[in-house]
């Protein structure tokens, strides 16, 4: 049992390295995004799930490091702003998965609307043509996509990992 909480720790110390590069880019695209959700108020949405990901991602390795390594106690607080954020996480999985689904599987009606979206982006042009093509862009898309399926596997497994070191740990909090 104790192996096996040990090999739960040091997945979770792996996957909090390869996600944690992630997060810091994703903060720092973050902020220009604010900027513009606050023009566009539909974008909210996408913002709070955007701003729930990195507080999970600093929470969920903060308690990992502060409170789980050292053994000291930490703020009950700390276990609901990891939960809650955690399940928003998931939430941003799942979209990324459904995405993923509509490029992969469903490629000529992502297809279209992109040539949709070029047209009319060359019509704003006064009619000159544009450096790539829809296929171009749908290409450049999927491999965007195999990137973020990747990283939401991985993000799954942390937050699997994370709900159990938060119950292995609850004398902590």
């Known amino acids: 049992m104790l192996k096996k909480n040990m090999k739960t720790e040091k997945l979770y110390r792996i996957l909090s390295a390869i996600l944690m590069p992630i997060t810091f880019i994703l ?6 995004f604010a900027l513009m959700s606050f023009g566009n108020p539909s974008t909210l949405l996408g913002l709070f799930i955007f701003i729930c990901v990195i507080i999970y991602m600093v929470k969920s390795v903060g308690f990992y490091r502060k409170h789980i390594l050292t053994e000291l106690p930490a703020k009950a607080s700390n276990r609901e702003w990891i939960r809650i954020n955690a399940i928003v996480a998931v939430v941003f999985v ?3 998965f459904v995405s993923a689904y509509a490029v ?9 609307a992109m040539q949709v979206f070029m047209n009319s ?34 993000m799954l497994v942390h937050i699997f990992c994370s709900f159990k070191l938060l119950k292995k740990y609850r004398h902590l909090l």
């Open 27 to 32: 903060a720092f695209f973050t902020l220009p």
């Open 104 to 112: 992969f599987f469903q490629p000529e009606s992502i297809l279209k």
């Open 121 to 154: 982006l060359q019509d704003a042009e006064g009619g000159t043509s544009l450096p790539v093509t829809a296929a171009q862009m749908l290409g450049a898309l999927r491999n965007l996509m195999i990137f973020f399926t990747i990283y939401g596997i991985i």
């Open 94 to 96: 799942a979209e990324i």
